[in-house]
């Protein structure tokens, strides 16, 4: 687990966890909360940082959280997306988004939430976006590239297979090891080409969290980080979940096999009905 990826030679040997995009982060008008959560995050010892255009004022709260500590930005590892699927869109996306978050660069750069057939047809045919994602790495613009993706696995593993990419940010839960798919497909593919695993929807936006059945934030953090995944993201809403994350990936002790066999199975029978993010089971 978080072997020698090359998304792990871009990040070095910190923390394997990140502050996600979502959260108080995919709102619009709360500054002041997202700042504070922000700064908990940071003091914790949080240094990768989501985010996209699509996330509501997720840029544009980093920015302003950094441009008022700017002598931290170089400690972080900052990322984004683009979900536009032509040169030009995305193009002027990766624009907005640096200036959003007032860098000249950015650590990480994903081809957002591809889903189908068609997004793979537009993304690889002329004047198709994915070839401004590799003309933004070999120009430093950005560091690191990669796909994200949460609603067919085929579509993710042709990805993974297919393009010159340094990462893939999928769904890592005991939910998707119950569905299979994302977790025995995609992942070992990943691995074998050495591109770097980011497990994202850990706690399935909240509703996968039940304190009668054991499924606690930290129980599903820490069934996650025992994945094959190099880092694990998750949003946070206040200052304390960004410090429980914090912490769960300081400590890094992995679950052992039992416990992770006990929360597969008590999600397993409704495990279809709560991912709620697949459109292909």
Wanted: glycine share 12%.
């Amino acid at each position: 687990m978080a072997g020698n990826s090359r998304l792990r030679a871009l990040l070095g040997n910190g923390s394997r966890v990140g502050l996600g995009g979502e959260g108080v982060l995919r709102t619009e008008g709360r500054e002041q909360k997202a700042l504070s959560m922000l700064a908990a995050a940071y003091e914790s010892g949080i240094r990768y940082f989501d985010s996209a255009p699509a996330y509501a004022g997720s840029e544009q709260y980093l920015g302003i959280f950094f441009g008022q500590h700017p002598e931290r930005k170089k400690e972080t590892f900052q990322t984004s997306k683009s979900a536009l699927r032509d040169a030009d869109g995305a193009l002027a996306d990766l624009a907005r988004t640096l200036a959003r978050l007032g860098r000249d660069r950015l650590g990480l750069w994903q081809i957002h939430d591809v889903r189908d057939w068609k997004d793979i047809r537009r993304l690889e045919g002329p004047g198709g976006a994915l070839r401004i994602f590799l003309e933004a790495r070999e120009t430093g613009m950005v560091r690191g590239i990669g796909v994200t993706g949460h609603h067919d696995p085929a579509i993710l593993l042709h990805a993974v297979t297919s393009w010159d990419i340094d990462s893939v940010l999928l769904p890592v839960s005991p939910v998707e090891t119950a569905l299979g798919g994302f977790s025995d497909q995609v992942i070992p593919a990943a691995r074998d080409r050495g591109i770097g695993v980011i497990g994202m929807k850990v706690l399935g936006a909240g509703s996968y969290l039940s304190l009668e059945a054991g499924l606690t934030a930290e129980a599903l953090i820490r069934f996650a980080l025992s994945q094959d995944v190099d880092l694990v993201i998750a949003g946070c809403s206040t200052p304390a979940e960004a410090q429980l994350l914090a912490r769960l990936g300081k400590e890094n002790v992995p679950m052992d096999e039992e416990a992770q066999a006990r929360l597969v199975g008590i999600v397993r029978p409704v495990a279809e009905r709560i991912a709620y993010y697949r459109g292909v089971i």
